[in-house]
């Protein structure tokens, strides 16, 4: 697939590298040069020096034969203008521009192909403002991830001694778990993923373990796997940039909020912004005397928000020492993400990997509805529609046992009913989700959830999926 | 200075003020009553000053400077009255000029407190002219001349920030001040076409609709009896009264907005109309229960009407009464009298405090208890999702510092002439907040007749001052203002 990126940011670069490794051409669009020879050097693409809404450069850039532009400059304006220009002038068939203003969201009449062409609107703070409010919703868990419009969750939680499943086999799960159907999708010890998971495999506490279920069933499968923890009332955000103010915008009204900022007019501006109830707190998040002052000890929850990570991973670090009851950190260096991750911080979130997975569903082969991108990359669980029959595809119509899957690959559910016979979506669908099991037969128009354990085998699930020619 | 560009002004004020008895007068000529005679002559005198003082400064014309404002509406609120005080002293036998100035500095800044009795005895037209003045007075001499006439220019921005009411003047409703005074007469002008309308509906003949709506909608408390609204007997006509006060103690600006926007939600999401209504709802159900309580009346319905109605008026700053609240156990006057000094809204008719000072006085105290908690917390004073900036801060608090000092000067002053001290602080705080009857000797039974002439001038200028929210005019009284 042939792909333009426009800017050369954090997004931008973080979606270059993950794009490049499936051998895609990729090239990359920005301002500044030095910027671009550093990420000609790492990553295997092309650059052009330019401003892209300029057709000119645009051309150079080689956008006539291009599948999917990416416009992800710092302003939302050059994005949205870059797309119009791409769609009018050069007939881009899919467009995505990161928008950071709330007013441009998915559905507004102004982005249609009309307006500024644009076909899906990223913003990654938004992204991970809703990985960061799943976890304080569901404070046990290390990720949740949606699926067929919320219908199914997949969860990521680390099993802890004393929950009613650790040190049981799977087989054991109906016995021990009655009424909630769950399928645990992947396993990894001490990171590494263990492979050939069935009946037999026993669940180890420190286990992080993948488990795909409906939504509503989330608490039971958390409960499973470690003992409830009380649920989050206080919370300690570190920084109140975009990500901190969204986040403080959507859960003030359901928590006790303090939002440390070192930056006194961005103080100001955060007063202003939100109500009374949340305490805006002037100083630097990494201050042990201000964490001290402000009880981070009774803290359910601290969460470090700011642009740099070694900030972010020191209060993160001194938040957990003076008593706080889990800590999170946004960590954008890949590196120290992985290095941080279950030590005495709780979670680390990748930010661009967030959003990876929105741009996935889009490069992805075949009806795919969601990507979500795991373990910070390395693993990905995808949702795809299966179409055709029997004969034109080689998913339909069979039993999951049947199924020529990748080792590691698993199918986890499958929902059904989320489109009438003809394929279309339906209108006041009742879907069913289906819990996998290896008699389990896949129909068409179903939509499939599967888990990959390593990237390099997307590419055979997506063969799966892939409709013949005959079936047109 | 520019005192002879200022006079030219005035005298042109005053012209158009003589233009404004014609009202009066043509009440008096409709009705064959005797102060025709006094109408013409008092109309025939202001516009012939007015007139002369114009052309005399004719040449100094010139647009205002910002400190040329202060002297001018200063001027225009020391004149006006004397003028306006004239029908009244033609045409009511062996009025003093003391009385008369007091009587039409009450209607004009609303305040209705009256020396006069026997009311229903006045020429019609005299009563009129009184209602009328509280009317005039109410969205203010300066925003209407502002409105009408062209002169006024980019100065009229300045002139119309002294006269308006509340901390923050400088938010235009429209890009050209004279568009914002003309959309703020022409809503006022509506509400108050509906209220007279109300009013006769009720059961009041035109001629008293048509005054008593002056006075409700000036937020003044001037009636044709001497029983105020005792007089009507009529719990539909206390009704409307109670719904029309009420309407005429929210900012007018935010009805304009509600006109131009076409959403009512404009009046809900204004922090200060909210609680402006909470506030009277509240006071109004706490005082009926208190009354209640205090077997005061037999049923508590009786409680709730004569509650809301009191209560409204005294908070509203108007100042009719329908009963003689003095006679209440005394919680409940002393809490109307509280209430009155802070409860209307900035840019209503009503005087006091106005509530917004109140609410960003509470926001300030709110913010410093959270900073000795916590003294890293950040808590600016907000008010619709924006900070208050620290000098309208200041200027709160030096209001209310100011205000302070005048009403305890005033008070001084009353008790000084002889006054006990029921009666001189409650006539300081009846004056200074414009709101009438206070309690005592000037209660709501009787009225501020029996006040000395010395005692009379002081509360002429503390209306005065309360009007025009004291700094416009003791702008006046510093050096720097007069040093060139």
Same mark, same amino acid.
């Given at each position: 697939?042939?792909?333009?990126?426009?800017?050369?940011?954090?997004?931008?670069?973080?979606?270059?590298?993950?794009?490049?490794?499936?051998?895609?051409?990729?090239?990359?669009?920005?301002?500044?040069?030095?910027?671009?020879?550093?990420?000609?050097?790492?990553?295997?693409?092309?650059?052009?020096?330019?401003?892209?809404?300029?057709?000119?450069?645009?051309?150079?850039?080689?956008?006539?034969?291009?599948?999917?532009?990416?416009?992800?400059?710092?302003?939302?304006?050059?994005?949205?203008?870059?797309?119009?220009?791409?769609?009018?002038?050069?007939?881009?068939?899919?467009?995505?521009?990161?928008?950071?203003?709330?007013?441009?969201?998915?559905?507004?009449?102004?982005?249609?192909?009309?307006?500024?062409?644009?076909?899906?609107?990223?913003?990654?703070?938004?992204?991970?403002?809703?990985?960061?409010? /799943?976890?304080?919703?569901?404070?046990?868990?290390?990720?949740?991830?949606?699926?067929?419009?919320?219908?199914?969750?997949?969860?990521?939680?680390?099993?802890?001694?004393?929950?009613?499943?650790?040190?049981?086999?799977?087989?054991?799960?109906?016995?021990?778990?009655?009424?909630?159907?769950?399928?645990?999708?992947?396993?990894?010890?001490?990171?590494?993923?263990?492979?050939?998971?069935?009946?037999?495999?026993?669940?180890?506490?420190?286990?992080?373990?993948?488990?795909?279920?409906?939504?509503?069933?989330?608490?039971?499968?958390?409960?499973?796997?470690?003992?409830?923890?009380?649920?989050?009332?206080?919370?300690?955000?570190?920084?109140?940039? /975009?990500?901190?103010?969204?986040?403080?915008?959507?859960?003030?009204?359901?928590?006790?909020?303090?939002?440390?900022?070192?930056?006194?007019?961005?103080?100001?501006?955060?007063?202003?912004?939100?109500?009374?109830?949340?305490?805006?707190?002037?100083?630097?998040?990494?201050?042990?005397?201000?964490?001290?002052?402000?009880?981070?000890?009774?803290?359910?929850?601290?969460?470090?928000?700011?642009?740099?990570?070694?900030?972010?991973?020191?209060?993160?670090?001194?938040?957990?020492?003076?008593?706080?009851?889990?800590?999170?950190?946004?960590?954008?260096?890949?590196?120290?993400?992985?290095?941080?991750?279950?030590?005495?911080?709780?979670?680390?979130?990748?930010?661009?990997?967030?959003?990876?997975?929105?741009?996935?569903?889009?490069?992805?082969?075949?009806?795919?509805?969601?990507?979500?991108?795991?373990?910070?990359?390395?693993?990905?669980?995808?949702?795809?529609?299966?179409?055709?029959?029997?004969?034109?595809?080689?998913?339909?119509?069979?039993?999951?046992?049947?199924?020529?899957?990748?080792?590691?690959?698993?199918?986890?559910?499958?929902?059904?009913?989320?489109?009438?016979?003809?394929?279309?979506?339906?209108?006041?669908?009742?879907?069913?989700?289906?819990?996998?099991?290896?008699?389990?037969?896949?129909?068409?128009?179903?939509? $499939?959830?599967?888990?990959?354990?390593?990237?390099?085998?997307?590419?055979?699930?997506?063969?799966?999926?892939?409709?013949?020619?005959?079936?047109? | 200075?520019?005192?002879?560009?200022? $006079?030219?002004?005035?005298?042109?004020?005053?012209?158009?003020?003589?233009?404004?008895?014609?009202?009066?007068?043509?009440?008096?000529?409709?009705?064959?009553?005797?102060?025709?005679?006094?109408?013409?002559?008092?109309?025939?005198?202001?516009?012939?000053?007015?007139?002369?003082?114009?052309?005399?400064?004719?040449?100094?014309?010139?647009?205002?400077?910002?400190?040329?404002?202060?002297?001018?509406?200063?001027?225009?609120?020391?004149?006006?009255?004397?003028?306006?005080?004239?029908?009244?002293?033609?045409?009511?036998?062996?009025?003093?000029?003391?009385?008369?100035?007091?009587?039409?500095?009450?209607?004009?800044?609303?305040?209705?407190?009256?020396?006069?009795?026997?009311?229903?005895?006045?020429?019609?037209?005299?009563?009129?002219?009184?209602?009328?003045?509280?009317?005039?007075?109410?969205?203010?001499?300066?925003?209407?001349?502002?409105?009408?006439?062209?002169?006024?220019?980019?100065?009229?921005?300045?002139?119309?920030?002294?006269?308006a009411a509340g901390p923050m003047k400088d938010q235009?409703?429209?890009?050209?001040?004279?568009?914002?005074?003309?959309?703020?007469?022409?809503?006022?002008?509506?509400?108050?076409?509906?209220?007279?309308?109300?009013?006769?509906?009720?059961?009041?003949?035109?001629?008293?609709?048509?005054?008593?709506?002056?006075?409700?909608?000036?937020?003044?408390?001037?009636?044709?009896?001497?029983?105020?609204?005792?007089?009507?007997?009529?719990?539909?006509?206390?009704?409307?009264?109670?719904?029309?006060?009420?309407?005429?103690g929210v900012n007018f600006s935010l009805?304009?907005?509600?006109?131009?926007?076409?959403?009512?939600?404009?009046l809900?999401r204004d922090l200060e109309a909210r609680t402006y209504l909470f506030l009277?709802?509240?006071?109004?159900?706490?005082?009926?229960?208190?009354?209640?309580?205090?077997?005061?009346?037999?049923?508590?319905?009786?409680?709730?009407?004569?509650?809301?109605?009191?209560?409204?008026?005294?908070?509203?700053t108007?100042?009719?009464?329908?009963?003689?609240?003095?006679?209440?156990?005394?919680?409940?006057?002393?809490?109307?009298?509280?209430?009155?000094s802070f409860a209307t809204c900035a840019g209503s008719t009503g005087g006091g405090i106005k509530l917004i000072r109140s609410l960003l006085l509470h926001k300030q105290a709110?913010?410093?208890?959270?900073?000795?908690?916590?003294?890293?917390?950040?808590?600016?004073v907000t008010l619709g999702?924006a900070?208050v900036p620290?000098?309208v801060m200041?200027s709160v608090l030096?209001f209310m510092?100011?205000y302070?000092?005048?009403?305890?000067?005033?008070?001084?002053?009353?008790?000084?002439?002889?006054?006990?001290? $029921?009666?001189?602080?409650?006539?300081?705080?009846?004056?200074?907040?414009?709101?009438?009857?206070?309690?005592?000797?000037?209660?709501?039974?009787?009225?501020?007749?029996?006040?000395?002439?010395?005692?009379?001038?002081?509360?002429?200028?503390?209306?005065?001052?309360?009007?025009?929210e004291?700094?416009?005019?003791?702008?006046?009284?510093?050096?720097?203002?007069?040093?060139?």
């Amino acid at each position: 697939m042939k792909i333009l990126i426009l800017g050369a940011g954090r997004v931008g670069e973080s979606v270059a590298e993950s794009l490049v490794s499936e051998r895609n051409d990729i090239t990359v669009v920005d301002t500044d040069p030095a910027r671009l020879r550093e990420l000609q050097d790492r990553l295997d693409l092309r650059t052009v020096v330019g401003n892209g809404i300029q057709p000119s450069v645009l051309r150079e850039a080689g956008v006539e034969d291009t599948d999917l532009l990416i416009a992800c400059a710092p302003l939302d304006e050059t994005n949205l203008v870059a797309c119009k220009v791409a769609h009018e002038m050069f007939s881009v068939p899919t467009t995505i521009a990161r928008v950071r203003s709330p007013e441009f969201e998915d559905g507004n009449p102004l982005l249609e192909k009309k307006g500024f062409a644009v076909d899906k609107v990223i913003c990654p703070e938004e992204s991970v403002t809703d990985y960061i409010r /799943k976890l304080i919703e569901y404070p046990e868990a290390l990720q949740v991830l949606e699926f067929a419009h919320g219908l199914v969750s997949l969860i990521a939680v680390r099993a802890v001694a004393g929950g009613p499943l650790v040190q049981h086999s799977l087989a054991e799960i109906p016995q021990l778990i009655p009424g909630a159907e769950m399928r645990i999708v992947a396993i990894y010890r001490q990171d590494k993923a263990l492979t050939d998971i069935d009946g037999s495999t026993r669940i180890e506490a420190g286990d992080e373990v993948f488990v795909l279920a409906a939504t509503a069933d989330i608490r039971t499968v958390l409960g499973a796997l470690r003992k409830m923890d009380r649920p989050v009332r206080r919370i300690m955000v570190a920084g109140g940039g /975009k990500v901190g103010l969204r986040l403080a915008r959507q859960i003030h009204a359901d928590y006790q909020l303090k939002i440390i900022e070192p930056v006194h007019a961005r103080c100001e501006y955060l007063a202003t912004q939100l109500p009374a109830e949340v305490l805006v707190l002037h100083g630097d998040s990494t201050d042990e005397e201000l964490l001290g002052d402000e009880n981070v000890h009774e803290m359910d929850l601290f969460i470090a928000l700011t642009s740099d990570d070694e900030d972010n991973i020191m209060s993160c670090l001194l938040a957990k020492r003076l008593g706080a009851r889990r800590v999170i950190g946004v960590i954008n260096r890949a590196a120290y993400a992985d290095l941080v991750q279950g030590t005495a911080i709780d979670i680390a979130i990748a930010p661009s990997h967030t959003v990876i997975g929105e741009l996935l569903a889009y490069v992805r082969r075949g009806d795919v509805e969601a990507v979500h991108s795991l373990r910070r990359g390395a693993a990905e669980a995808l949702e795809a529609i299966v179409r055709g029959n029997a004969k034109t595809c080689r998913m339909a119509e069979r039993r999951v046992d049947e199924l020529d899957l990748p080792p590691g690959a698993q199918i986890g559910a499958i929902v059904r009913g989320l489109h009438l016979a003809d394929g279309s979506e339906a209108e006041n669908a009742k879907p069913r989700v289906i819990i996998a099991h290896h008699d389990t037969t896949i129909l068409p128009n179903d939509h $499939v959830i599967i888990f990959v354990p390593r990237k390099r085998m997307v590419r055979e699930v997506e063969k799966l999926f892939q409709v013949a020619a005959t079936f047109f | 200075m520019g005192t002879l560009a200022v $006079v030219a002004l005035v005298g042109r004020m005053t012209a158009l003020f003589a233009l404004l008895m014609g009202v009066p007068l043509a009440f008096a000529l409709s009705e064959h009553d005797p102060a025709e005679g006094a109408f013409l002559k008092a109309a025939g005198i202001t516009l012939a000053c007015g007139v002369a003082m114009s052309l005399a400064t004719r040449r100094f014309r010139r647009e205002l400077q910002p400190r040329d404002g202060f002297v001018l509406v200063t001027l225009t609120w020391l004149l006006l009255p004397a003028f306006g005080a004239l029908p009244l002293l033609f045409a009511i036998p062996g009025l003093s000029f003391t009385d008369a100035y007091f009587e039409a500095m009450s209607g004009l800044t609303t305040t209705g407190a009256t020396v006069l009795t026997g009311l229903e005895k006045l020429p019609l037209s005299v009563n009129v002219w009184r209602c009328f003045m509280v009317l005039v007075g109410g969205m203010g001499i300066i925003v209407l001349m502002v409105a009408i006439l062209p002169l006024l220019g980019v100065g009229a921005t300045n002139l119309f920030k002294s006269e308006a009411a509340g901390p923050m003047k400088d938010q235009k409703l429209t890009p050209r001040i004279a568009e914002t005074a003309r959309g703020l007469w022409a809503t006022y002008f509506v509400i108050a076409t509906a209220c007279m309308f109300a009013y006769q509906a009720a059961g009041m003949g035109w001629a008293d609709a048509f005054m008593h709506m002056c006075s409700t909608m000036g937020l003044g408390g001037f009636a044709a009896y001497d029983d105020s609204f005792a007089a009507f007997k009529s719990p539909m006509i206390e009704g409307v009264a109670v719904l029309f006060m009420t309407l005429a103690g929210v900012n007018f600006s935010l009805y304009f907005l509600v006109w131009k926007k076409k959403s009512a939600w404009v009046l809900w999401r204004d922090l200060e109309a909210r609680t402006y209504l909470f506030l009277m709802v509240g006071s109004v159900l706490a005082v009926a229960l208190f009354l209640s309580a205090h077997g005061v009346y037999p049923t508590f319905v009786e409680s709730l009407r004569h509650a809301a109605f009191n209560v409204v008026s005294i908070a509203t700053t108007t100042g009719f009464a329908s009963v003689d609240y003095a006679k209440w156990p005394v919680f409940a006057p002393a809490f109307m009298l509280f209430l009155c000094s802070f409860a209307t809204c900035a840019g209503s008719t009503g005087g006091g405090i106005k509530l917004i000072r109140s609410l960003l006085l509470h926001k300030q105290a709110m913010s410093e208890l959270t900073r000795i908690v916590h003294p890293r917390a950040v808590r600016p004073v907000t008010l619709g999702g924006a900070i208050v900036p620290t000098q309208v801060m200041h200027s709160v608090l030096a209001f209310m510092l100011i205000y302070g000092s005048v009403m305890v000067v005033v008070t001084m002053l009353l008790l000084f002439s002889g006054l006990d001290l $029921v009666t001189a602080a409650t006539a300081a705080i009846a004056c200074i907040n414009n709101t009438g009857p206070g309690l005592g000797e000037v209660g709501p039974a009787s009225n501020f007749q029996g006040l000395t002439d010395f005692q009379t001038w002081v509360c002429t200028f503390a209306m005065m001052l309360g009007r025009l929210e004291m700094l416009s005019v003791l702008v006046l009284f510093t050096p720097q203002f007069w040093r060139k």
